[in-house]
């Protein structure tokens, strides 16, 4: 559920380097899109055996939230960008 060091490094090289300014850029919205997007998915295993965990869920909402915004601004910046960004890591849109 947690994301260990060397999969969060593995992370940001990745869309650092594809969609940041190198592959240390873990502050970039196409970075923290990808992160959460992992440890969204990763909830989601958590919920296939834990239906009443009320609280957690909380969490996933509020994490979805923002990738939605962090989404929204990607979009409004660069269109390519977004789509590209959305295609990677197979999201419907």
Known sequence: MRLTKEQRTDIVKTFGTKFGKGPTD???????VALLTHRINGLATHFAGNKHDYHSNRGLLKMIGQRKAL????QTKDETKYQSLIQDLGLRK
């Open 26 to 32: 873990s502050g970039s919205a196409p970075v923290q």
């Open 71 to 74: 989404l929204k601004y990607v």
